[in-house]
Each structure stands twice: as structure tokens, then as C-alpha cells.
């Protein structure tokens, strides 16, 4: 008899603090049901389990890691429970799992395994930003972080322009630290008449999203220091 294999569930995490109100009962049930998960942090995986109020206690959790230590070539060992018929989550630090987050290769693997992939609703702070913008959300381009060489960056923002010129809404993310230096970069590459979106704290008590021209931007970004921004520029 040909073995069931498990399956896959990508699972959401809160953009912020959260508890089990935040989700659906579909997600809550299938996610108290499982006991062994892939993350890339385990202190915000057994908050989020914690939170969630999951009947599994948190000595019996079964945790595989993808952070910046993790060798790809263990990756394929984090699918054997999968392999044997049981189902198993890959939870993001937070919002989406494998968007702007790791897990895409072990995702890859899996569907070369032929382990089903499941993915559940959840909060996306890229899409969530773009809704509330105000920008064309029928073309649009999620760059994530820019880099950090100079020329790259350069090249970079230089194709954005000629990208946002054909009404293209242009998305970024940066380290919370340089939010304020970083509007100050689009201020330097972008027409000042270009309208940036900025949504800080995206589902918390202290969310913002405001939208104005860049030039409208001097007397705001000093506030956005160390908290977590999606950056839109759209026409």
C-alpha cells in the first residue's frame, strides 16, 4: 500500500502582537493539530504558539531552523516527518511565510517531493500597504531591501523611475533604523513631486499610512525611527 505522505501548512505570524481572535477557526484548527514546525526564529514561533493557545505543550514542540546558520543541504531532513504521513507548518518571524521571508527552498523541496503545500490566509504588510496607498494595484513591484553597494543601488532605483513612469507602483522595505536616511535616498533619485506611501506598524494601536509627495516628507520621517515601514511610490 502506497504511503500518504503529510503536508505542508505555511503559516502566518502577526505583524505585531496578536492572539487567536486574529484567525480564522480554519487556521486554529489545523494549526493546534501540529506539533513540528520550521523557523527561521524559535522565540517568535512559541509566541505565536503560545498566543494562539495551541493544546501542544511548548516541551513537545518539534522545531527545525532556516536562519542565517542553517546548511541548505538540511533542508531535505526537515520534510522526513512529511515523508512518513504526518503534517507539519513552516511559520514566518512575521506576516507571510517565503514573502520577503526565507522558506521559498524549502517549499521548492517539497513540491519536488510531491508533499502537498498548503498555504493559510493570513496578514501581508506588502499587500495590506499597497490596499490603503492609493496606487495602482493591478502593476506593481515588491524590490524588498535595496542593496547595499552604491552603483547596484543606483541601478536600481534608476530602473524603479523608469518603472514607476509607466504607472507601476513601486514597494520597498528597510531595516527600521534607516527609515528616516532612506526617504531621504528616494527624496535624491525620485521627482519631488513623486507621492510616497509610508504604512508603519501595519495592524497595531500605533498604525500610520500616510501619502503625500515626497517634498511633503521632511517633518514626518524623523517619526518613523526604528518602526517597522512598507515604502510605496506611485503617481
Not at 494562539?52 to 522526513?80: C, G, R, V, W
Amino acid at each position: 500500500m502506497q504511503n500518504v505522505k503529510g503536508k505542508l501548512y505555511l503559516i502566518p505570524n502577526f505583524l505585531g502582537e496578536g492572539n487567536k481572535d486574529f484567525l480564522p477557526p480554519y487556521n486554529l484548527d489545523i494549526i493546534h493539530g501540529l506539533d513540528e514546525f520550521i523557523v527561521e526564529n524559535e522565540k517568535p514561533a512559541r509566541a505565536f504558539l503560545k498566543a494562539i493557545e495551541s493544546p501542544i505543550h511548548q516541551n513537545d514542540f518539534i522545531f527545525h531552523f532556516m536562519d542565517k546558520h542553517a546548511d541548505p543541504q538540511d533542508f531535505p531532513s526537515y520534510l522526513k516527518a512529511c515523508d512518513k504521513g504526518k503534517d507539519i507548518g513552516l511559520i514566518s518571524d512575521a506576516g507571510l511565510p517565503c514573502v520577503a521571508d526565507p522558506g521559498h527552498q524549502l517549499v521548492r523541496i517539497a513540491h519536488k517531493k510531491y508533499i502537498e503545500v498548503v498555504p493559510l490566509v493570513g496578514f501581508s504588510s506588502i499587500m495590506m500597504a499597497l490596499m490603503a496607498s492609493g496606487f495602482n494595484g493591478q502593476s506593481f513591484c515588491f524590490h524588498g531591501y535595496l542593496p547595499h553597494d552604491d552603483q547596484l543601488k543606483k541601478k536600481k532605483l534608476k530602473q524603479a523611475l523608469s518603472d514607476l513612469s509607466r504607472n507601476e507602483t513601486q514597494i520597498f522595505i528597510e531595516t527600521p533604523y534607516r527609515n528616516a536616511s532612506f526617504i531621504a535616498e528616494l527624496k535624491q533619485s525620485f521627482p519631488s513631486e513623486t507621492k510616497l506611501c509610508v504604512a508603519v506598524d501595519l495592524t497595531l494601536e500605533s498604525e500610520q499610512i500616510n501619502t503625500m509627495p515626497l517634498n511633503e516628507w521632511s517633518s514626518k520621517q524623523d517619526a518613523l525611527h526604528k518602526r517597522p515601514a512598507v515604502f510605496l511610490l506611485g503617481l
